[in-house]
């Protein structure tokens, strides 16, 4: 028996192009987990702005605690935190800032005290500034 020679352009067992169509597949997935690795070093990155923010302002209002010529303390953190976080910063929304105060008690039985969270505390004790930011 003579084999029959293959129809070189049969669908089935044509693999021409194949090569092309997994690269395609391929280039987009490595382009997929780029751009995820920029996503997430943005994230970072913008978190890390967001807590030198908040830090700078909870120091200010640290330090600002007992000074009689700034009448609203939370008014004032709120606008250091606005002012070290500009709006549009790394591509983000406006960034609202809300202050928590946190008063905290000496305890002598206890080595870290007392803590009574959003000003339930009888005031006694030495006041701590604390900020969070919400989206």
């Keep these: ?5 293959q129809n070189p352009w049969n669908p089935i067992r044509n693999q021409r192009g194949s090569y092309f ?3 395609a597949i391929a ?3 490595i382009f997929g987990f780029a751009a ?3 996503e997430a070093a943005r994230w970072y990155a ?3 702005e967001l807590a030198k923010s908040i830090d700078g302002a909870a120091f200010a209002g640290a330090k600002n605690v ?3 010529n700034i009448p609203d303390l939370n008014l004032f953190v709120e606008q250091v935190a606005q002012a070290n976080f500009a709006d549009g910063l790394l591509g983000t929304d406006t960034a609202q800032f809300t202050v928590v105060k946190v008063y905290y008690q000496h305890d002598p ?3 870290f005290g007392n803590l009574d969270w959003f ?3 009888n005031g006694n004790g030495s006041t701590v500034m604390m900020s969070r930011a919400i989206f």
């Design 1 to 5: 028996m003579i084999p029959q020679p």
């Design 21 to 23: 169509a997994m690269s």
């Design 27 to 29: 280039l987009l997935v």
């Design 36 to 38: 995820l690795g920029v």
């Design 46 to 48: 913008v978190q890390g």
């Design 66 to 68: 007992n000074n009689p």
């Design 109 to 111: 039985i206890t080595p």
């Design 119 to 121: 000003g339930g505390g």
